[in-house]
T-cell receptor, first 116, second 113 residues
Framework: AQTVTQSQPEMSVQEAETVTLSCTYD???????LFWYKQPPSRQMILVIR??????QNATENRFSVNFQKAAKSFSLKISDSQLGDTAMYFC?????????????FGEGTQLTVNP | KAGVTQTPRYLIKTRGQQVTLSCSPI?????VSWYQQTPGQGLQFLFE???????NKGNFPGRFSGRQFSNSRSEMNVSTLELGDSALYLC????????????FGPGTRLLVL
């Protein structure tokens, strides 16, 4: 079974600064997908960024980028130029690509607070 | 395109009752998955439906069941409710064969008294 670990329960950053959230995972599979979702106080789960394991290039989406280290099974999220609206719970998630299905395995989450 | 919708948004039930939650996926999405979110257990996968068939199932008791209709809308049912079933229930839809990304609805908050 796959496991996802987020070792930082809480983090804070000043507005306009950069912050990195950590995520490690454990799997024996070779084909899989990794995601970062954010969940603001509204509880709506919003996709931030996704990464296919077969792609060596790190994914980027505007101010959000990842550092994907497949051998180390590490998938960190970097948020540049942090904004107050980035305050949310961030979840790292894993999905197996070998078997059919959409099961996501989530980490425990990191509560990020952006301070003015 | 409209996003994933879930009804009702809030629900209060008492122990022993049963409840049905509904999820309408994004138009064209045929896969619907359900997740339970609690402070103690985090986010846990319940089950997935694709083309009206259950394709995956998480580690939950048989009191939790679901189904999917021909228009891809899905329902989940919890029978004989227990206090521990109080949670946020999230539904997610995916366009199978396309980008492997699930899009979530706003969730249904269930409180069992």
């Amino acid at each position: 079974a796959q496991t996802v670990t987020q070792s930082q329960p809480e983090m804070s950053v000043q507005e306009a600064e950069t912050v990195t959230l950590s995520c490690t995972y454990d799997t024996s599979e070779n084909n899989y997908y990794l995601f970062w979702y954010k969940q603001p106080p509204s509880r709506q789960m919003i996709l931030v960024i996704r990464q296919e394991a077969y792609k060596q290039q790190n994914a980027t989406e505007n101010r959000f980028s990842v550092n994907f280290q497949k051998a180390a099974k590490s998938f960190s999220l970097k948020i540049s130029d942090s904004q107050l609206g980035d305050t949310a719970m961030y979840f790292c998630a894993f999905m197996n690509g070998e078997t059919s299905g959409s099961r996501l395995t989530f980490g425990e989450g990191t509560q990020l607070t952006v301070n003015p | 395109k409209a996003g994933v919708t879930q009804t009702p948004r809030y629900l209060i039930k008492t122990r022993g009752q049963q409840v049905t939650l509904s999820c309408s996926p994004i138009s064209g999405h045929r896969s619907v998955s359900w997740y339970q979110q609690t402070p103690g257990q985090g986010l846990q996968f319940l089950f997935e439906y694709f083309s009206e068939t259950q394709r995956n199932k998480g580690n939950f008791p048989g009191r939790f069941s679901g189904r999917q209709f021909s228009n891809s809308r899905s329902e989940m049912n919890v029978s004989t409710l227990e206090l521990g079933d109080s949670a946020l229930y999230l539904c997610a839809s995916r366009s199978v064969g396309g980008l492997e990304t699930q899009y979530f609805g706003p969730g249904t908050r269930l409180l069992v008294l």
